[in-house]
């Protein structure tokens, strides 16, 4: 999901971005400068590494499908 966000910059910033990057690519080129400041990269990192180990990410699948029939086999 995106938001609509209206900034205020300086006209030589302004005139630079519009340069630089171009029309139409500025929230995208602000948005990768602005990204790794407000998020939690190592939550990101950390899940990098689980999803790089085959064992735990099969057994998580395994637990998962477990899950799932247990759901199916449920009385309502």
Same mark, same amino acid.
């Given at each position: 999901?995106?938001?609509?966000?209206?900034?205020? !910059?300086?006209?030589?910033?302004?005139?630079?971005?519009?340069? =630089?990057?171009?029309?139409?690519? =500025?929230?995208?080129?602000?948005?990768? !400068? /602005?990204?790794?400041?407000? !998020?939690?990269?190592?939550?990101?990192?950390?899940?990098?590494?689980?999803?790089?180990?085959?064992?735990?990410? /099969?057994?998580?699948?395994?637990?998962?499908?477990? !899950?799932?029939?247990?759901?199916?086999?449920?009385?309502?």
């Amino acid at each position: 999901m995106q938001k609509r966000m209206t900034i205020t !910059l300086d006209e030589a910033v302004y005139d630079g971005l519009m340069r =630089v990057v171009g029309r139409g690519r =500025v929230s995208q080129f602000l948005e990768s !400068l /602005a990204r790794p400041h407000v !998020l939690d990269a190592s939550m990101d990192e950390g899940y990098r590494a689980m999803r790089s180990d085959s064992q735990r990410e /099969a057994e998580a699948s395994e637990w998962i499908n477990g !899950l799932i029939s247990d759901a199916a086999n449920a009385a309502r």
